[in-house]
């Protein structure tokens, strides 16, 4: 029952001392406020919803959400989930970092976390958790698989906008294509878009055209025009954040899959056992199953690449390899 | 000649009342037109005129009241029952479509079709040709509507009528906007068309017009009819009076002046119209203080070219300008008011007015940004205000009320508020372009009482008018305009309206000074 | 029947009168109309409407804290629409005001972050560079208009998306740009223009604020001199419309451009000012937020709205600045309101958008509600008389 | 050489064709004196529309005409208010832009189980390419001729509609209500019931428009896809002087810088710039190619002025 809930809860801080005291006999409240992309970005907002479904599911967890329209919604919608009594509040995405960085320095008492934070120079206090994944691990390893398995010796990678986050994406692929094969070429392009997917198409056409015979796109909406061309052109493309093989089952023939939802899971069960690691960010990568590549790959992907694949995994987390997440780490290495 | 058929009543409006929300525009008027008659309307503006012809057109539903057209009675809730009955309709304020062509605008609801809704122009074209051949209306159809003159705008509009096999045309002011030659043809046209058995209604003020065309006449003043008189029986005066309850005069009081100094001198000056093309070509004229010039022609002949020019609203091309001795060619609107000179343009409601401010902003046009009205930039409302009041009085604007928008004025006082605008400007030049179109006699009479008080206090008057009663009335000199020349000037006294429409054919006489 | 006296009406009778005089009455007639296509879509997707307005209502009103956010999102979009209205007035149609937003924002982010001065110098120059900058932006629109006749509904549509670009070519830059992210630096405290900013953050701000509920509250927001800047503005463009030569001047263009040539006004000159202060408008708007919200710009995938917004903001407002100051709250009391939805109920925000879209619809249609209320009265005089 | 060309052409008519319906969509509309900002609001819910009927049904066409119906029912709102009820066309406008994205996720959720994308359609079942696989792929004439149908059926519309509104009985009947209504009605023209039709047949387009990049450009819908394409479309309207073929040339302007910022941002091109620099090509070429050569473009006079029978 929650009609004017989030009116009749005026001292939030009170609720969440009982919380900590019996938190096996509350149920234990978490919700997440999504960024401009909302809640069904077939995405990162949507993975973290579903990290939240299953905290309901199997952690018996009472969940939520917020979606933002712009950024300045960010602050107020972490406020309305404060005021609804929760006991862990999710910003999803890195443009909240200043709002929730805000908000937790407001309220210590109530309990954060971030997703992708871009913390910078700042100090990350006591009640907030941020969690980053090395999406270069994981695009690495579909790196690695487009290495292998081109024809044409020559792939693409096509970005949505040329920043740093993207980056991370951009290099590790272009480091895993060179670590499976030094010859194959790199076609980059940026869409400047995540949203274009005329753009994102004509892009991926144009690599096809020149020779690539597999594209990989971290350009969000844009990318669904290169998953596009790769099915008209029926050439391959490796998806992003999620398994993307449904878009085109015969062509997308494995995805850098960044586990939000793994990540919140695994968040929300340390809040439950009592250890949420406040001050920390934690670094979800390979190594916690935090990113990774879709469990569909062994439709198209060999056998045989996908156990060289296992061990480069192991590689990383050995620390044997170290993969790059930016223009000048890249440079350095390959 | 007259051809009526007096046991065939073709229209009988009975009681017919219209009301606009409170305001009652026609209080139960009846009107009997017969077949073949040419039936008048005669009324100030504003009487209910339009409304009445409207209301046969089924453009507007009666309050009450109903219609027998040839004895039967018919609910005309749409212009296609009307078209359907027999009735065309020529609005006062012509009904076309400016970028279409002739043809187009002619068979535009009833157009002759081929396969696919293609429409055969060809066919449409032909039967332009072939009605307009029949009554004498020689228009080109493939001309596009802003590419003719009036004129033949007007016939246009007739030929829209004719083409739907209107038995009866209404004609709503025809000749408003018309030259004299065209009023001339129009009147032929009207023979010709009772002549085929077709019955005319015709609005106008021009009480000549009526006693040269019409066999009856209703007169309406304030939504009552009047009377109904038998023209030939009745004169102008008798008809003058019914329609404004008092008695008017014709003739503009002036007393003989002396002209002063040169004030506006037009050396030479080309300009170019809409389609760069020449329309002004090589124009000299000199203007006085204590006298009004008047411009007379046929339109089409530079008239409005010439006009924007002087007023800063054309470039010219080459030639010069000067007022008072100062050079002003290609000067702004503001300089040009700077410099004195002040003008009542052509088209009131598309340059004279901003038809949404009010009476008193109206009345700042030009002076908004100076003392009393503004200081430093901020708008003094009070003395606006009282300013408009004065301006009102004076020039006996209805209602008197400076709060009300523009819009809501009638055509009159529209006219009125620029006059006493331009007027009280005291400039040194004054240009009056068709200052009394589509006025009614009062409100003509007060236009060109203001024109002569101008003259009267040394003043500058340019009149450039296409109604040559008006020209010959109220000027000093005459100028004839022809094909962006002036080609012949002569004195009032001395004209005659035969040998200036000469001139204005192109007959004139050059080197006449 | 026809004789009835002014005292005989019912209360109803004069309500129904009443509304039917004033756009404020179709307004609020609109308004509830809204609520009602609202509450039917709410019921499709198995909702009860009931409750659901309950936590809107209450999610609005029912803490100082929720006010002040609904009047910190009101600001940048009561300052768009003042911008539009303006250019409406004025007889120009500002779809750009999104794209001038944009510029205003990188104008304060850039002066508020390398300029360093004190606040009382700072903060009018963080302002006036992003309404100058803006002005200028909006400028181009009414160059192009005046000199080119290009429509400037084309015009400020592409400078939108070129400002968009700049943008985000502007935020990459080295050292403007915070190291590792794709946000650029915030702007110095000194051009921060929260209300008690420094004071909230201080232990003793801190203190003395937990121990007041009402600006506790209120203060924990985010809450800051933009609003009140938002009400000047709009008295000045009232002011300035009504009571000046400059507004007569751009008004008589707007009404009737043939006229106030004729008048000697210089019409070119006048869509460009009108241009430039439209475009100030909206710029104003950007710099407020970056100085009130934001502090630093980002980089943009995607239209923000602020200037969308903003015209169905100026619409609903009826272009006047007091309509605008109340249709602005409303709008934001709609969004952030609707926003608590999902979280009390579970509801998709979309409806939210429906329902906007379905106020604005009918505030478009006095038409339509003078001739419900027509029936109503009708009826109500049927059962009168009977 | 020839295949950069060929890549730009194929670019630029994918890029223009859902541009040009919603263009044509604008220019009925306007001609019959009815703005209509709306038509993002109509792309939009086309898109979705268009998506999932595809994706249901498995046949395009139907998808397809689906769309342009879910456009035309939008369009109506906009007709019943600015036609019947003399809304200001504008604010009616913004309505259908709040309307029709909200609709449309509110329907695609209702469609697929909460979600506000819809389900790929299968690349067989997608709009056909009628010349697919009749050149070898990626030689010129592939790149520019294989296109989806609805590619060839918006140049197609172009040429039924200048047709229409310039050949025929009904064309000249909208014009003529789009620059003076009055006329027309006096003549025995409905003006109401050419607005309501031009009014739906706008809608109608821009459904297809949405539909064009939903079923063919891509082949699912998300509440991204249409994003400022409306608005684009509308000034290409205008650009094009409301005409069909001026529209179609502005759409066409359009899709070729796009396709030159494809194609001068791939690596190997003669220069580099700066992707968001490059990003505003499009735009800033457009007010250039404005500014050269356009000047004063003309309205239909009566554009944006409710009726009023018995106004005077
Ligand atoms: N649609 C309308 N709404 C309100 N009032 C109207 C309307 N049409 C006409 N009127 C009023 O009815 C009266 C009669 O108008 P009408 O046009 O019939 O006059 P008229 O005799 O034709 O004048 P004129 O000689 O100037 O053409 C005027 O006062 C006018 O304001
Ligand atoms: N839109 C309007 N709103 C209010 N009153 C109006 C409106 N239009 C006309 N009127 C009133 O109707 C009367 C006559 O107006 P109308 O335009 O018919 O004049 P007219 O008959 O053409 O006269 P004129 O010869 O002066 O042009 C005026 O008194 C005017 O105040
Ligand atoms: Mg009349
Ligand atoms: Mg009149």
Same mark, same amino acid.
């Given at each position: 029952?929650? +009609?004017? *809930?989030?009116?009749?809860?005026? !001292?939030?801080? /009170?609720?969440? $001392?009982?919380?900590? #005291? @019996?938190?096996?006999?509350?149920?234990?409240?978490?919700?997440?406020?999504?960024?401009?992309?909302?809640?069904?970005?077939?995405?990162?907002?949507?993975?973290?919803?579903?990290?939240?479904?299953?905290?309901?599911?199997?952690?018996?967890?009472?969940?939520?959400?917020?979606?933002?329209?712009?950024?300045?919604?960010?602050?107020?919608?972490?406020?309305?989930?404060?005021?609804?009594?929760?006991?862990?509040?999710? +910003?999803? *995405?890195?443009?909240?970092?200043? !709002?929730?960085? /805000?908000?937790? $320095?407001?309220?210590? #008492? @109530?309990?954060?976390?971030?997703?992708?934070?871009?913390?910078?120079?700042?100090?990350?206090?006591?009640?907030?958790?941020?969690?980053?994944?090395?999406?270069?691990?994981?695009?690495?390893?579909?790196?690695?698989?487009?290495?292998?398995?081109?024809?044409?010796?020559?792939?693409?990678?096509?970005?949505?906008?040329?920043?740093?986050?993207?980056?991370?994406?951009?290099?590790?692929?272009?480091?895993?294509?060179?670590?499976?094969?030094?010859?194959?070429?790199?076609?980059?392009?940026?869409?400047?878009?995540?949203?274009?997917?005329?753009?994102?198409?004509?892009?991926?056409?144009?690599?096809?055209?020149?020779?690539?015979?597999?594209?990989?796109?971290?350009?969000?909406?844009?990318?669904?025009?290169?998953?596009?061309?790769?099915?008209?052109?029926?050439?391959?493309?490796?998806?992003?954040?999620?398994?993307?093989?449904?878009?085109?089952?015969?062509?997308?023939?494995?995805?850098?899959?960044?586990?939000?939802?793994?990540?919140?899971?695994?968040?929300?069960?340390?809040?439950?056992?009592?250890?949420?690691?406040?001050?920390?960010?934690?670094?979800?990568?390979?190594?916690?199953?935090?990113?990774?590549?879709?469990?569909?790959?062994?439709?198209?992907?060999?056998?045989?690449?996908?156990?060289?694949?296992?061990?480069?995994?192991?590689?990383?987390?050995?620390?044997?390899?170290?993969?790059?997440?930016?223009?000048?780490?890249?440079?350095?290495?390959? | 000649?007259?051809?009526?058929?007096?046991?065939?009543?073709?229209?009988?409006?009975?009681?017919?009342?219209?009301?606009?929300?409170?305001?009652?525009?026609?209080?139960?008027?009846?009107?009997?037109?017969?077949?073949?008659?040419?039936?008048?309307?005669?009324?100030?503006?504003?009487?209910?005129?339009?409304?009445?012809?409207?209301?046969?057109?089924?453009?507007?539903?009666?309050?009450?009241?109903?219609?027998?057209?040839?004895?039967?009675?018919?609910?005309?809730?749409?212009?296609?029952?009307?078209?359907?009955?027999?009735?065309?309709?020529?609005?006062?304020?012509?009904?076309?479509?400016?970028?279409?062509?002739?043809?187009?605008?002619?068979?535009?609801?009833?157009?002759?079709?081929?396969?696919?809704?293609?429409?055969?122009?060809?066919?449409?074209?032909?039967?332009?040709?072939?009605?307009?051949?029949?009554?004498?209306?020689?228009?080109?159809?493939?001309?596009?509507?802003?590419?003719?003159?009036?004129?033949?705008?007007?016939?246009?509009?007739?030929?829209?009528?004719?083409?739907?096999?209107?038995?009866?045309?209404?004609?709503?002011?025809?000749?408003?906007?018309?030259?004299?030659?065209?009023?001339?043809?129009?009147?032929?046209?009207?023979?010709?068309?009772?002549?085929?058995?077709?019955?005319?209604?015709?609005?106008?003020?021009?009480?000549?017009?009526?006693?040269?065309?019409?066999?009856?006449?209703?007169?309406?003043?304030?939504?009552?009819?009047?009377?109904?008189?038998?023209?030939?029986?009745?004169?102008?005066?008798?008809?003058?009076?019914?329609?404004?309850?008092?008695?008017?005069?014709?003739?503009?009081?002036?007393?003989?002046?002396?002209?002063?100094?040169?004030?506006?001198?037009?050396?030479?000056?080309?300009?170019?119209?809409?389609?760069?093309?020449?329309?002004?070509?090589?124009?000299?004229?000199?203007?006085?203080?204590?006298?009004?010039?008047?411009?007379?022609?046929?339109?089409?002949?530079?008239?409005?070219?010439?006009?924007?020019?002087?007023?800063?609203?054309?470039?010219?091309?080459?030639?010069?300008?000067?007022?008072?001795?100062?050079?002003?060619?290609?000067?702004?609107?503001?300089?040009?008011?700077?410099?004195?000179?002040?003008?009542?343009?052509?088209?009131?409601?598309?340059?004279?007015?901003?038809?949404?401010?009010?009476?008193?902003?109206?009345?700042?046009?030009?002076?908004?940004?100076?003392?009393?009205?503004?200081?430093?930039?901020?708008?003094?409302?009070?003395?606006?205000?009282?300013?408009?009041?004065?301006?009102?009085?004076?020039?006996?604007?209805?209602?008197?009320?400076?709060?009300?928008?523009?819009?809501?004025?009638?055509?009159?006082?529209?006219?009125?508020?620029?006059?006493?605008?331009?007027?009280?400007?005291?400039?040194?030049?004054?240009?009056?372009?068709?200052?009394?179109?589509?006025?009614?006699?009062?409100?003509?009479?007060?236009?060109?009482?203001?024109?002569?008080?101008?003259?009267?206090?040394?003043?500058?008057?340019?009149?450039?008018?296409?109604?040559?009663?008006?020209?010959?009335?109220?000027?000093?000199?005459?100028?004839?305009?022809?094909?962006?020349?002036?080609?012949?000037?002569?004195?009032?006294?001395?004209?005659?309206?035969?040998?200036?429409?000469?001139?204005?054919?192109?007959?004139?006489?050059?080197?006449?000074? | 029947?026809?004789?009835?006296?002014?005292?005989?009406?019912?209360?109803?009778?004069?309500?129904?009168?009443?509304?039917?005089?004033?756009?404020?009455?179709?307004?609020?007639?609109?308004?509830?109309?809204?609520?009602?296509?609202?509450?039917?879509?709410?019921?499709?997707?198995?909702?009860?409407?009931?409750?659901?307005?309950?936590?809107?209502?209450?999610?609005?009103?029912?803490?100082?804290?929720?006010?002040?956010?609904?009047?910190?999102?009101?600001?940048?979009?009561?300052?768009?629409?003042?911008?539009?209205?303006?250019?409406?007035?004025?007889?120009?149609?500002?779809?750009?005001?999104?794209?001038?937003?944009?510029?205003?924002?990188?104008?304060?982010?850039?002066?508020?972050?390398?300029?360093?001065?004190?606040?009382?110098?700072?903060?009018?120059?963080?302002?006036?560079?992003?309404?100058?900058?803006?002005?200028?932006?909006?400028?181009?629109?009414?160059?192009?208009?005046?000199?080119?006749?290009?429509?400037?509904?084309?015009?400020?549509?592409?400078?939108?998306?070129?400002?968009?670009?700049?943008?985000?070519?502007?935020?990459?830059?080295?050292?403007?740009?915070?190291?590792?992210?794709?946000?650029?630096?915030?702007?110095?405290?000194?051009?921060?223009?929260?209300?008690?900013?420094?004071?909230?953050?201080?232990?003793?701000?801190?203190?003395?604020?937990?121990?007041?509920?009402?600006?506790?509250?209120?203060?924990?927001?985010?809450?800051?001199?933009?609003?009140?800047?938002?009400?000047?503005?709009?008295?000045?463009?009232?002011?300035?419309?009504?009571?000046?030569?400059?507004?007569?001047?751009?008004?008589?263009?707007?009404?009737?451009?043939?006229?106030?040539?004729?008048?000697?006004?210089?019409?070119?000159?006048?869509?460009?000012?009108?241009?430039?202060?439209?475009?100030?408008?909206?710029?104003?708007?950007?710099?407020?937020?970056?100085?009130?919200?934001?502090?630093?710009?980002?980089?943009?995938?995607?239209?923000?709205?602020?200037?969308?917004?903003?015209?169905?903001?100026?619409?609903?407002?009826?272009?006047?600045?007091?309509?605008?100051?109340?249709?602005?709250?409303?709008?934001?009391?709609?969004?952030?309101?609707?926003?608590?939805?999902?979280?009390?109920?579970?509801?998709?925000?979309?409806?939210?958008?429906?329902?906007?879209?379905?106020?604005?619809?009918?505030?478009?249609?006095?038409?339509?509600?003078?001739?419900?209320?027509?029936?109503?009265?009708?009826?109500?005089?049927?059962?009168?008389?009977? | 050489?020839?295949?950069?060309?060929?890549?730009?052409?194929?670019?630029?008519?994918?890029?223009?064709?859902?541009?040009?319906?919603?263009?044509?969509?604008?220019?009925?509309?306007?001609?019959?004196?009815?703005?209509?900002?709306?038509?993002?609001?109509?792309?939009?819910?086309?898109?979705?529309?268009?998506?999932?009927?595809?994706?249901?049904?498995?046949?395009?066409?139907?998808?397809?005409?689906?769309?342009?119906?879910?456009?035309?029912?939008?369009?109506?709102?906009?007709?019943?208010?600015?036609?019947?009820?003399?809304?200001?066309?504008?604010?009616?406008?913004?309505?259908?832009?709040?309307?029709?994205?909200?609709?449309?996720?509110?329907?695609?959720?209702?469609?697929?189980?909460?979600?506000?994308?819809?389900?790929?359609?299968?690349?067989?079942?997608?709009?056909?390419?009628?010349?697919?696989?009749?050149?070898?792929?990626?030689?010129?004439?592939?790149?520019?001729?294989?296109?989806?149908?609805?590619?060839?059926?918006?140049?197609?519309?172009?040429?039924?509609?200048?047709?229409?509104?310039?050949?025929?009985?009904?064309?000249?009947?909208?014009?003529?209500?789009?620059?003076?209504?009055?006329?027309?009605?006096?003549?025995?023209?409905?003006?109401?019931?050419?607005?309501?039709?031009?009014?739906?047949?706008?809608?109608?387009?821009?459904?297809?428009?949405?539909?064009?990049?939903?079923?063919?450009?891509?082949?699912?819908?998300?509440?991204?896809?249409?994003?400022?394409?409306?608005?684009?479309?509308?000034?290409?309207?205008?650009?094009?002087?409301?005409?069909?073929?001026?529209?179609?040339?502005?759409?066409?302007?359009?899709?070729?810088?796009?396709?030159?910022?494809?194609?001068?941002?791939?690596?190997?091109?003669?220069?580099?710039?700066?992707?968001?620099?490059?990003?505003?090509?499009?735009?800033?070429?457009?007010?250039?190619?404005?500014?050269?050569?356009?000047?004063?473009?003309?309205?239909?006079?009566?554009?944006?002025?409710?009726?009023?029978?018995?106004?005077?």
């Amino acid at each position: 029952g929650c +009609g004017g *809930g989030a009116a009749q809860d005026p !001292a939030p801080e /009170e609720d969440q $001392e009982q919380v900590e #005291d @019996q938190p096996t006999e509350e149920q234990i409240k978490m919700a997440m406020v999504t960024d401009v992309g909302g809640v069904n970005d077939q995405s990162f907002n949507e993975s973290a919803w579903n990290g939240h479904k299953q905290a309901e599911a199997e952690l018996g967890f009472s969940v939520s959400y917020v979606e933002s329209e712009q950024d300045a919604d960010y602050e107020r919608n972490l406020e309305t989930l404060l005021d609804a009594g929760n006991d862990l509040i999710w +910003g999803i *995405g890195f443009m909240m970092t200043d !709002a929730i960085l /805000e908000a937790a $320095e407001f309220n210590p #008492d @109530q309990k954060y976390a971030i997703i992708d934070p871009d913390f910078g120079e700042n100090v990350v206090p006591e009640n907030l958790v941020g969690v980053l994944f090395k999406a270069e691990e994981g695009s690495f390893l579909v790196g690695y698989i487009a290495g292998k398995m081109t024809e044409t010796n020559k792939v693409g990678f096509v970005g949505g906008m040329d920043f740093p986050v993207i980056h991370g994406f951009h290099y590790g692929f272009m480091a895993g294509v060179k670590h499976a094969n030094p010859d194959a070429e790199v076609l980059v392009q940026y869409a400047d878009s995540f949203v274009d997917a005329a753009r994102g198409k004509a892009i991926a056409n144009q690599m096809y055209q020149q020779g690539a015979d597999i594209v990989f796109h971290a350009a969000g909406g844009a990318g669904d025009g290169v998953i596009e061309a790769a099915r008209e052109q029926d050439k391959y493309a490796i998806g992003v954040d999620e398994d993307q093989n449904h878009l085109a089952p015969d062509h997308v023939i494995t995805s850098a899959m960044k586990r939000v939802d793994n990540a919140i899971f695994m968040v929300a069960e340390m809040l439950k056992d009592g250890d949420y690691a406040g001050g920390e960010t934690k670094v979800f990568g390979l190594a916690d199953g935090g990113v990774g590549i879709a469990p569909t790959s062994d439709k198209h992907v060999p056998a045989e690449i996908l156990e060289e694949v296992k061990q480069v995994e192991q590689e990383i987390i050995a620390g044997k390899i170290v993969v790059p997440n930016n223009k000048d780490d890249y440079e350095a290495n390959y | 000649m007259r051809n009526i058929d007096f046991d065939c009543k073709v229209i009988e409006m009975k009681d017919i009342v219209k009301k606009f929300g409170d305001f009652t525009a026609n209080d139960d008027i009846n009107l009997t037109v017969h077949k073949g008659e040419v039936h008048a309307l005669l009324g100030e503006n504003g009487a209910g005129k339009s409304t009445l012809m409207n209301i046969l057109y089924g453009l507007y539903q009666p309050t009450s009241g109903e219609i027998l057209i040839k004895g039967e009675k018919v609910d005309i809730t749409d212009p296609n029952i009307a078209i359907k009955k027999g009735i065309g309709m020529v609005h006062q304020h012509f009904m076309l479509v400016e970028p279409f062509t002739v043809a187009e605008n002619i068979v535009l609801g009833m157009e002759p079709t081929a396969t696919l809704g293609k429409i055969n122009i060809k066919k449409a074209i032909q039967d332009v040709e072939e009605i307009s051949n029949r009554y004498g209306l020689y228009v080109n159809p493939k001309d596009k509507i802003y590419d003719i003159t009036v004129g033949m705008q007007q016939r246009v509009e007739i030929l829209k009528a004719l083409y739907r096999g209107a038995e009866i045309l209404i004609l709503d002011e025809p000749t408003a906007v018309l030259t004299p030659q065209e009023i001339k043809e129009l009147i032929t046209i009207m023979r010709n068309l009772t002549q085929e058995g077709k019955t005319i209604i015709i609005i106008t003020h021009k009480l000549k017009e009526i006693k040269e065309a019409a066999d009856y006449c209703t007169i309406i003043r304030r939504g009552k009819r009047i009377d109904t008189v038998e023209v030939s029986n009745t004169s102008e005066t008798e008809l003058a009076d019914k329609m404004v309850g008092r008695e008017v005069s014709f003739k503009v009081d002036k007393e003989d002046k002396e002209r002063g100094r040169l004030a506006l001198r037009i050396d030479n000056l080309v300009v170019k119209d809409n389609r760069n093309v020449e329309a002004v070509k090589g124009l000299s004229l000199e203007v006085f203080t204590g006298e009004i010039l008047g411009v007379a022609g046929v339109d089409g002949n530079g008239q409005t070219e010439l006009i924007e020019a002087l007023t800063g609203l054309r470039r010219v091309e080459r030639g010069k300008v000067e007022v008072n001795g100062i050079d002003v060619t290609n000067n702004t609107p503001r300089q040009i008011i700077d410099n004195k000179m002040a003008s009542i343009p052509e088209d009131r409601q598309k340059r004279g007015l901003v038809l949404e401010y009010t009476v008193a902003e109206n009345m700042i046009l030009e002076n908004y940004a100076r003392e009393p009205f503004a200081r430093k930039g901020i708008l003094n409302k009070t003395a606006i205000n009282k300013f408009a009041r004065e301006l009102i009085k004076k020039f006996d604007v209805r209602p008197e009320d400076e709060t009300i928008k523009a819009k809501a004025l009638s055509g009159g006082n529209q006219q009125k508020v620029i006059i006493a605008r331009e007027v009280t400007n005291d400039p040194d030049v004054l240009i009056a372009a068709q200052p009394t179109r589509g006025l009614d006699v009062g409100a003509i009479e007060f236009v060109h009482k203001s024109l002569v008080e101008q003259r009267d206090k040394n003043k500058a008057v340019l009149l450039v008018s296409l109604e040559l009663d008006e020209v010959m009335n109220v000027s000093d000199r005459i100028a004839v305009i022809y094909e962006g020349q002036i080609v012949g000037i002569v004195d009032a006294k001395d004209a005659d309206e035969n040998t200036l429409g000469l001139m204005m054919a192109g007959g004139g006489n050059k080197d006449e000074k | 029947m026809k004789n009835k006296t002014f005292a005989d009406k019912t209360f109803a009778d004069k309500t129904i009168a009443y509304l039917t005089k004033g756009t404020l009455g179709f307004s609020i007639i609109s308004i509830f109309l809204g609520f009602i296509i609202g509450a039917i879509i709410l019921a499709i997707a198995g909702f009860n409407p009931i409750q659901a307005y309950g936590v809107m209502i209450s999610g609005v009103i029912s803490r100082p804290s929720y006010i002040a956010w609904t009047i910190i999102g009101s600001t940048p979009i009561i300052i768009t629409a003042l911008s539009i209205a303006f250019a409406f007035k004025t007889g120009l149609f500002n779809i750009g005001a999104e794209g001038q937003f944009i510029i205003g924002g990188i104008t304060a982010a850039i002066v508020g972050y390398f300029v360093e001065l004190p606040s009382f110098l700072h903060i009018p120059l963080v302002l006036l560079a992003a309404m100058t900058a803006a002005g200028l932006w909006g400028g181009i629109a009414g160059f192009l208009k005046a000199k080119f006749g290009v429509h400037e509904v084309i015009s400020t549509i592409m400078l939108n998306w070129i400002a968009l670009y700049l943008n985000n070519y502007i935020v990459l830059i080295e050292g403007f740009r915070r190291a590792t992210s794709q946000r650029t630096h915030e702007i110095q405290r000194t051009a921060n223009i929260v209300i008690l900013e420094q004071w909230k953050r201080s232990p003793e701000g801190r203190e003395w604020l937990r121990g007041h509920d009402f600006f506790g509250d209120a203060l924990r927001t985010p809450l800051n001199w933009g609003f009140v800047i938002a009400i000047i503005l709009a008295i000045i463009v009232w002011y300035t419309l009504n009571k000046t030569t400059l507004g007569y001047e751009l008004k008589a263009v707007g009404y009737n451009r043939h006229a106030a040539e004729y008048g000697g006004i210089n019409v070119s000159r006048s869509m460009f000012t009108s241009m430039v202060i439209s475009g100030a408008l909206a710029g104003a708007a950007g710099g407020l937020h970056v100085m009130g919200i934001s502090k630093s710009i980002a980089s943009l995938a995607a239209m923000e709205g602020f200037g969308f917004n903003g015209i169905a903001v100026a619409l609903i407002g009826g272009n006047s600045s007091l309509g605008i100051i109340f249709s602005g709250l409303l709008f934001s009391a709609l969004q952030y309101g609707g926003s608590k939805i999902q979280p009390a109920l579970g509801a998709p925000s979309e409806v939210i958008h429906i329902m906007i879209g379905a106020i604005v619809f009918f505030i478009a249609m006095p038409k339509l509600i003078k001739y419900i209320l027509h029936n109503i009265k009708k009826k109500r005089g049927a059962k009168n008389a009977g | 050489m020839l295949d950069s060309l060929g890549f730009i052409i194929g670019t630029t008519l994918m890029y223009s064709t859902p541009l040009i319906y919603a263009a044509l969509g604008g220019v009925i509309t306007e001609n019959s004196g009815v703005t209509n900002i709306g038509l993002e609001g109509m792309m939009t819910i086309g898109a979705l529309i268009g998506a999932t009927v595809g994706f249901y049904s498995g046949n395009p066409w139907l998808g397809f005409l689906a769309a342009g119906l879910a456009g035309g029912v939008l369009a109506l709102f906009h007709a019943i208010a600015s036609v019947t009820f003399e809304a200001d066309q504008v604010v009616s406008g913004i309505a259908i832009n709040f309307l029709g994205p909200g609709l449309a996720l509110f329907l695609s959720r209702l469609f697929f189980e909460g979600a506000t994308m819809t389900k790929a359609i299968p690349l067989d079942s997608k709009m056909p390419r009628p010349l697919h696989g009749i050149f070898p792929r990626n030689s010129f004439l592939d790149l520019v001729f294989n296109q989806y149908a609805t590619v060839y059926m918006a140049f197609l519309l172009v040429f039924v509609l200048w047709y229409l509104l310039y050949r025929t009985k009904l064309g000249l009947r909208i014009r003529a209500v789009g620059e003076h209504p009055r006329a027309a009605d006096t003549l025995g023209v409905n003006i109401y019931r050419i607005r309501y039709l031009c009014v739906i047949l706008s809608g109608v387009f821009a459904g297809f428009g949405g539909a064009s990049m939903s079923l063919a450009i891509v082949s699912n819908f998300r509440p991204t896809l249409v994003s400022g394409h409306g608005f684009i479309a509308l000034a290409a309207m205008i650009f094009g002087k409301w005409k069909p073929q001026g529209a179609m040339w502005a759409c066409l302007l359009f899709g070729v810088s796009n396709g030159l910022v494809v194609y001068l941002g791939r690596a190997d091109a003669p220069f580099q710039i700066s992707v968001q620099i490059l990003s505003m090509l499009p735009y800033v070429l457009t007010l250039i190619v404005l500014m050269g050569f356009v000047g004063r473009a003309s309205a239909p006079a009566a554009v944006g002025v409710p009726y009023e029978k018995g106004e005077r």
